[in-house]
C-alpha cells in the first residue's frame, strides 16, 4: 500500500516538473517571438550650390505591417542639410519596433524652413500636398533582435525650386541608400575653391551632388555598374568629363583630381 502511494507521488511529481518545464518553454519560446528590432534612421545630403538650407525637422514617423503607424524618438531640430554632405550623415531618430516589414518613413516638418542664396534668407514654401509630412517608400524587413539603420539622402540641389515670382518651394529628392547593395564614386577638382555640379550617369538615372569649399565631391548611393561623370563649374570655366567608371557593391570608386 505504502508502494503504491509513493509511486503515485512520484508520478504527480514528474507531470508537475513535466508541465513545469513546457511552460517554461512556451514562455521563452513568446519572448523569443516578440523580441524587437531596433531602427535608427540618419539623415545625409548631396549638396546644393546654396550657402545654407535649414530644415525645421518635427517628428519621424515609420509604417510598417505588424504595429501600423509608429512615432520614433525623433531628435528635433533646424538642420543646415549641407553640414552633412559628402559622406557625412547625422542620427534623427530612433526606436524598438516588432518584426515586419517598414513600408514608409514620414518626415514632419515645421514651418522654419530657410535657404541662403548669396547671404540671403529665403523662407522654403512646400505644396499643400505636402503638409501631412514628406512620405518616402521603404521596404525593409526588420527580423527579431536585429539592429537595423536607414540612412535617406536628402539632395538639396533637386529639392529647391526658385519659381518665377522669386519664391523659394521646398520639393524634396529624397533617396533611400543602402550601403550593402551600393557603393561610391569620390573624386576632387582643380583649382579648388569654387561650387561645380557633379552628375554621375548610367543607363539613364542620374545622380547629382556638388563640390564643397575644397573642392571634394562624393556621390553615393550608386547601383553596380558603369558610370560616366560630368563636372559642370560656372562660366567661364568649361564642363569636364571622366567616363567609363566602374562602380562595385561597398566599394568607394576614386576618380582622383579632375583638372577644369
Known amino acids: 500500500m ?4 509513493r509511486s503515485l507521488f512520484i508520478l504527480k511529481r514528474l507531470t508537475y516538473m513535466a508541465v513545469i518545464l513546457f511552460l517554461g518553454l512556451m514562455i521563452s519560446s513568446c519572448t523569443k517571438t516578440k523580441e524587437k528590432s531596433q531602427l535608427s534612421v540618419r539623415m545625409t545630403d548631396a549638396p ?3 550657402d545654407a538650407v535649414m530644415i525645421d525637422l518635427l517628428q519621424v514617423e515609420v509604417t510598417g505591417s505588424a504595429e501600423g503607424t509608429v512615432i ?3 531628435t528635433g531640430g533646424i538642420y543646415n542639410l549641407l553640414d552633412f554632405s559628402n559622406g557625412l550623415n547625422t542620427l534623427i531618430a530612433t526606436g524598438m519596433l516588432e518584426a515586419g516589414t517598414v513600408s514608409q518613413i514620414r518626415l514632419i516638418l515645421g514651418p522654419n524652413n530657410t535657404v541662403v542664396v548669396n547671404n540671403l534668407i529665403y523662407p522654403l514654401s512646400t505644396p499643400s500636398a505636402m503638409q501631412s509630412g514628406l512620405k518616402i517608400q521603404v521596404h525593409q524587413t526588420l527580423e527579431p533582435g ?3 539603420s ?3 539622402d536628402f539632395d538639396a540641389n533637386q529639392s529647391i525650386v526658385l519659381k518665377g515670382n522669386g519664391e523659394y518651394q521646398l520639393k524634396p529628392v ?4 543602402d550601403a550593402t547593395i551600393s557603393g561610391t564614386i569620390r573624386g576632387a577638382i582643380t583649382p579648388a575653391g569654387i561650387i561645380a555640379d557633379v552628375t554621375a550617369s548610367s543607363n539613364g ?3 547629382s551632388s556638388v563640390t564643397n569649399a575644397a573642392g571634394d565631391f562624393r556621390v553615393s548611393g550608386l547601383p553596380a555598374g558603369t558610370y560616366n561623370v560630368i563636372i559642370t563649374p560656372p562660366a567661364p570655366l568649361m564642363p569636364a568629363a571622366v567616363t567609363g567608371i566602374i ?10 583630381i579632375v583638372d577644369l
Not at 174 to 177: E, K, L, M, P, S
Request: cysteine-free; overall charge positive.
Open 205 to 207: 538615372l542620374n545622380f
Open 146 to 148: 536585429v539592429s537595423y
Open 2 to 5: 505504502h508502494k503504491k502511494i
Open 150 to 152: 536607414i540612412l535617406l
Open 72 to 74: 520614433l524618438g525623433t
Open 48 to 50: 546644393g550650390n546654396y
Open 247 to 256: 562602380v562595385s557593391t561597398g566599394v568607394v570608386s576614386n576618380v582622383g
Open 174 to 177: 529624397i533617396r533611400i541608400v
